[in-house]
T-cell receptor
Framework: GQQLNQSPQSMFIQEGEDVSMNCTSSSIFNTWLWYKQDPGEGPVLLIALYKAGELTSNGRLTAQFGITRKDSFLNISASIPSDVGIYFCAGQKNTNAGKSTFGDGTTLTVKP | SQTIHQWPATLVQPVGSPLSLECTVEGTSNPNLYWYRQAAGRGLQLLFYSVGIGQISSEVPQNLSASRPQDRQFILSSKKLLLSDSGFYLC???????????FGPGTRLTVL
């Protein structure tokens, strides 16, 4: 089936540093979504991207939809301790009931 | 505003016992509904999705089944649990456009 390769698998950074993570696929996706999951909770949507090349920000978060439609990245600027969690990318091929393929996540640890 | 509920929050069941996990959504009508399983340290695997009452699509062959007896109710069941059914089960909803999914708090299932 479709697979998303998300990297890095984990990151340990100092508070205040910037973070960058990405997702790549061998398939084209028409929508890219980025979620954050806190321990023991459901994922929460951070940013949704609908057009190739689109760059969207949500506070300190910025995500881009790659022009090939096979990749996306998420940047977090000036990290803070509450940024800790698992970040997932998800791709959708079309609006076929909103079926999403998820990456395996990037676990972010922020040291104060 | 829309809210999504799942229960129970945690469950410990013996192998071979039945299972019923419930998910309900409030504040919206005719949502798409989804069941995901998340193994430890992994991404989300889509198990079932539903675009309407009584309409269930299964994504992977497995020991589980799903039902949607009402518009905003989605149930995950098993007649006989296996050890491999342990995991974190997440319910999600989206509008019938299907892009952005909103997750419930999850159920942690441990099969012993």
């Amino acid at each position: 089936g479709q697979q998303l390769n998300q990297s890095p698998q984990s990151m340990f950074i100092q508070e205040g540093e910037d973070v960058s993570m990405n997702c790549t696929s061998s398939s084209i996706f028409n929508t890219w979504l980025w979620y954050k999951q806190d321990p023991g909770e459901g994922p929460v949507l951070l940013i949704a991207l609908y057009k190739a090349g689109e760059l969207t920000s949500n506070g300190r978060l910025t995500a881009q939809f790659g022009i090939t439609r096979k990749d996306s990245f998420l940047n977090i600027s000036a990290s803070i301790p509450s940024d800790v969690g698992i970040y997932f990318c998800a791709g959708q091929k079309n609006t076929n009931a909103g079926k999403s393929t998820f990456g395996d996540g990037t676990t972010l640890t922020v040291k104060p | 505003s829309q809210t999504i509920h799942q229960w129970p929050a945690t469950l410990v069941q013996p192998v071979g016992s039945p299972l019923s996990l419930e998910c309900t959504v409030e504040g919206t009508s005719n949502p798409n509904l989804y069941w995901y399983r998340q193994a430890a340290g992994r991404g989300l695997q889509l198990l079932f999705y539903s675009v309407g009452i009584g309409q269930i699509s299964s994504e992977v062959p497995q020991n589980l089944s799903a039902s949607r007896p009402q518009d905003r109710q989605f149930i995950l069941s098993s007649k006989k649990l296996l050890l491999s059914d342990s995991g974190f089960y997440l319910c999600a909803w989206s509008t019938n456009l299907g892009n952005e999914q909103f997750f419930g708090p999850g159920t942690r299932l441990t099969v012993l």
